[in-house]
Structures are given as C-alpha cells and as structure tokens.
C-alpha cells in the first residue's frame, strides 16, 4: 500500500493469512503463553512502548484472533470485516495492526452512536469505519505490535501512517483504535489522532497472601458487607468449581455457552460470540483460562470466562439460568481476587463500567482510545466535546477514588 524507509504495509482479509509464529512475535514477542512448554518469560529488547518487562496478553495472541475469525463471530456478515495492518522489512513482518472494517459500532465499549447520528444527520457517511483493536474486549493491550530487534521507531511511524492510508483506501470515515496503551495514545496523537479517555474497575494485588489478608485493607463496613456477600452467594447448597486447562470440556462449554446465551439476550440483544469460538479457545488456549462456574443440585447454573495473563486476570462476560443473591459477585469478582492472589498476578481487570466494584475493591482506571477523523468539520467537533470528557473523567475517577472501600487514617480496627 506505502512504503517508507525500506518498510512496506500491506493489509489482508484473514489473521489466517499471517504465520501464527510471525504475529506472535510482534504481540507478545519473547514471552510464553502461561502454561506453555518452556514456559519462563524473558525481558526482550526495549521499545517505547515498552514496560520494564513485556507481559503475556492473550487477547492479541495470533490463537485468539483466529478463534474470533474462524468461528464466524468476527466476520464480514457479522459487521466486522478483518483488515489486519501487516509492516514487512527487508521481506520479514516486523509490525502490526489488528484492524477491522466496521458496518456498526456494536460490541466496541468505546461509544461514538452520537459521533456517527450527528455525522449522518449533516449528509455525511459515518460507516463503513476501522476499528484498530479486539472484537468484543474492552481489555487494555498493545495494538500497534512490533516485533523486537525491529527499527522500533520507523515501524511505529509506518503503522501510524498505514492506518491513515487505509482509511483513505478504504474510503471509510474513520479509524478508531481503542484500549490502547497509554505510550500508544501519547504517540498516536502526535500523529494527527484524537485522544479519548475512560474509566473502568480494576483491583490491584498489593501483595496479599489470602483473600482475608485483602479484607484487611478495607474498612469494617465494607469488610462486612463483602462477608456476608459471600456467605449468602452460597447459601443455597451452591459450589464453585474453577476449571482451566484439559477441564474445559466441551459439556462444560455447552453448560456456559447457554449462560451466555441467555444473559446475552437480555443485554445485549444480540449475543456476539458463537459456540464454535469455546471449543476452538478451550482447544488451543485452554491453560490461559479460568473458568468459574458455579454448580447446584447436580447442574452448572452459572459461570463467568477469565484469561490469565502473565500478570493480569481478565475478566470477560458472565453468565447465569438460576439468579441467587450475589452470586454474580461471588463468582465475578471475589472468586476473581482469590485467583489472583493465588497466582501472584497484580491485576485483575474486571471488564466494562459497573461503579456498584468500587465497594468490592475495584478502583477506578484510566482506559485510552485514539481517533483519527478525515472530514475536518466532524474532527473539530469531535474534537471540541473530547477535550471536556476528559475533564469530566479525570474528576469522576478522582471522586469515586477517594470513596473506596480501603482504610484510611483513624479507622477502626480489624473485625
């Protein structure tokens, strides 16, 4: 498509089209899948983007975009039409995108149905748009994948570059990349995109050795109120089973999938994952899932799906077809911590929106999006209301912060 400085970009229709060793390699480059054969993490080389040490994400492991396409759940009829950002030097991929042709702005978390009615309400076209992330996963990640050892720089210029020529290409409206990382925000909109803010829920392992030992950073009310919840959750004969690996059979992803189903009806409308996309997860990435279900009078009634990364639970969607007082937190967000704790992961990011985690022990996080917008009447205005959201973020997290849950000087005791 362009060139620059001995690097080409491409874009194609399928991550089949790509070796699953070369994605790999730019999305979690020197780092083993959990559970994987020789399975130690070593520090690659550093990039910008780059923490102290890469972590393992599984969302943008080659395994997990090829379940989406493979399983019809990410898909051209479903409205997302893959056009994957490929960067080659010297005729080897050292970058990428994860990119999408979108006819919609369904299953994204990043809202813009006000963006899009006011576009086309003044005669223009907001779809087809791109989408530069994970179908269906408001998990924070890399999206701009680069491959160590890469000239890191003149890759990440490229890619930038790319996802604007492929707008034009594409004669779309829009790109819009979300979750990104913080670096790949900063560096994005020193490239012409907008920059966008949120908020989700995160709790955060401060070295705990158990859950009781994490009731005792919390303050007595919310200390209480977090036992008797789980107390109650199991009151009637329930059982919690955390399942992973060769447990993941396909009784079992039968069992969840009708969760899903069913709570996805009634939320969503429309549920977006189908029932081939679990056996294809389960199969080829079993030892990166937590599956937590919960199980009464001999039948599953409930479950919510988690990835482990190699320092972060993500927690996904949940399920039920019995609904029991706190159940959904018991099996969500308790069980969720325990896990944790257990693992020594530092994080656990418990999905999209819901301020009723706060008094679980979930605390506000900062969630980033950039968005380029060709037509410049729509960037400036788009512009505009960006620059209040996030004021009005910033304040919101700082307020729901200070209410948390967790001791403060002068509280009383441990009960």
Same mark, same amino acid.
């Given at each position: ?9 491409? &874009?194609? +229709?399928?991550?089949?089209? %790509?070796?699953? *060793?070369?994605?790999? /390699?730019?999305?979690?480059? !020197?780092? =083993? ?105 408001? &998990?924070? +990640?890399?999206?701009?994948? %680069?491959?160590? *050892?890469?000239?890191? /720089?003149?890759?990440?210029? !490229?890619? =930038? ?107 969503? +409308? ?146």
């Amino acid at each position: 498509m362009m060139s620059s400085s001995e690097i080409s970009l491409a &874009a194609v +229709g399928s991550v089949s089209e %790509i070796p699953a *060793g070369d994605w790999d /390699a730019c999305a979690n480059p !020197a780092v =083993a899948p959990s559970g994987a054969p020789g399975g130690a993490i070593s520090a690659p080389p550093q990039n910008s983007f780059s923490s102290s040490k890469e972590t393992y994400n599984p969302f943008v492991s080659h395994a997990f975009f090829l379940a989406l396409e493979e399983s019809n759940s990410a898909c051209s009829r479903t409205g997302w039409g893959p056009r994957h950002l490929i960067a080659r030097q010297n005729g080897a991929i050292v970058g990428l995108v994860p990119c999408y042709l979108k006819s919609h702005s369904q299953g994204e978390y990043v809202f813009d149905h006000g963006w899009a009615n006011a576009y086309e309400s003044a005669g223009g076209r907001y779809y087809p748009k791109l989408l530069a992330s994970v179908p269906f996963t408001p &998990a924070t +990640g890399p999206r701009l994948l %680069i491959c160590p *050892g890469s000239d890191q /720089a003149a890759v990440c210029a !490229a890619l =930038a570059g790319g996802l604007v020529g492929l707008c034009d290409a594409t004669r779309t409206s829009s790109v819009h990349v979300t979750f990104a990382r913080k670096e790949e925000w900063t560096f994005l909109a020193e490239n012409g995109f907008l920059q966008r803010t949120d908020q989700q829920f995160h709790w955060q392992n401060n070295g705990y050795s158990s859950f009781e030992d994490f009731l005792a950073s919390l303050n007595s009310r919310h200390r209480k109120a977090i036992r008797r919840e789980r107390r109650d959750a199991l009151a009637n004969g329930i059982t919690i089973h955390v399942l992973t690996g060769s447990d993941l059979t396909e009784e079992i992803w039968d069992a969840f999938f009708q969760f899903y189903m069913e709570t996805g009806s009634r939320k969503w +409308g429309r549920p977006y994952l189908t029932r081939p996309f679990y056996s294809l997860i389960g199969e080829n990435m079993g030892r990166d899932i937590a599956l937590i279900m919960a199980r009464r009078n001999g039948r599953w009634i409930a479950g919510a799906i988690n990835f482990i990364g190699s320092d972060t639970l993500f927690g996904r969607h949940w399920g039920a077809i019995e609904h029991h007082p706190f159940l959904h937190f018991e099996v969500c967000y308790y069980q969720a911590i325990d896990f944790a704790i257990h693992r020594r992961l530092k994080t656990v990011e418990a999905g999209a929106q819901g301020e009723h985690k706060i008094a679980r022990g979930y605390l506000p996080q900062t969630t980033y999006s950039a968005h380029y917008i060709a037509d410049p009447g729509l960037r400036r205005a788009v512009g505009d209301y960006l620059n209040r959201e996030r004021q009005y973020v910033a304040a919101a997290a700082s307020e729901l912060t200070e209410a948390g849950p967790f001791r403060k000087t002068g509280d009383d005791g441990i009960s």
